[in-house]
Structure formats: structure tokens, C-alpha cells
């Protein structure tokens, strides 16, 4: 849809930015290309937001909750008609937390 954003929850920025430092300390290269790679799937979401499944781990889920993994780290999203907000970006290691 046309006009709809993306927003970044304060949590998931960060934990997005900490999770590319992280790959950065081994290989700035590989921590490029994850954040571009994640960047590019999110910008996806925007036109077909419904293209993730919906998101397990969120509690009482109408739908607009959706998650996907990737790099293995998993980002969750919610949408609706004007925006995309990315929730939570967190290693697939870790366990695994419902909200």
C-alpha cells in the first residue's frame, strides 16, 4: 500500500544495532550484508505485509503481529494501514520470550 512507513520500536533499534555491532567485531563484511539483507526483507513487508507468518510468540495475536527470521536473528513486526513497526529483533539462540 502506498504511504504506509516503517517505525522502529526503541527496543528493536537497538537490538538490531547491538546485533549488527556484535557481527561487526568478527567481520564488518558479514555485518553489512546482514543489515542489508534484513533492511531489504523489511522494506518487503511495507507493499506485502502479510507475506511473514503470523508471529507464535505474540500473545493473543489478531493478525497484524507477524514475524520472519533470517541471518538467523528473528524480526517481529505489527502492521496496519498506515505503518509497519519492527517490535523486536532478537538472535534465533536466545530463548525464545512471548509478548
Known amino acids: 500500500m502506498a504511504g504506509r512507513v516503517i517505525q522502529w520500536s526503541i527496543t528493536a533499534f537497538n537490538q538490531f544495532e547491538a546485533a549488527i ?3 561487526a567485531e568478527d567481520s564488518p563484511q558479514n555485518a553489512e550484508k546482514v543489515r542489508i539483507d534484513i533492511l ?3 522494506e518487503k513487508v511495507l507493499l ?6 503470523v508471529d507464535k510468540l505474540k500473545l493473543q495475536n489478531s493478525g ?11 524480526i517481529a513486526y ?3 494501514a498506515e505503518s ?6 532478537r538472535h534465533t539462540s536466545q ?3 512471548s509478548y
Open 40 to 42: 531489504n526483507n523489511i
Open 95 to 97: 530463548e525464545p520470550k
Open 84 to 89: 509497519v513497526r519492527i517490535l523486536r529483533v
Open 78 to 80: 505489527y502492521f496496519d
Open 21 to 23: 555491532g556484535y557481527i
Open 48 to 53: 506485502h505485509p502479510e507475506l511473514y507468518p
Open 64 to 74: 497484524n503481529f507477524r514475524a520472519f527470521e533470517l541471518h538467523r536473528y528473528r
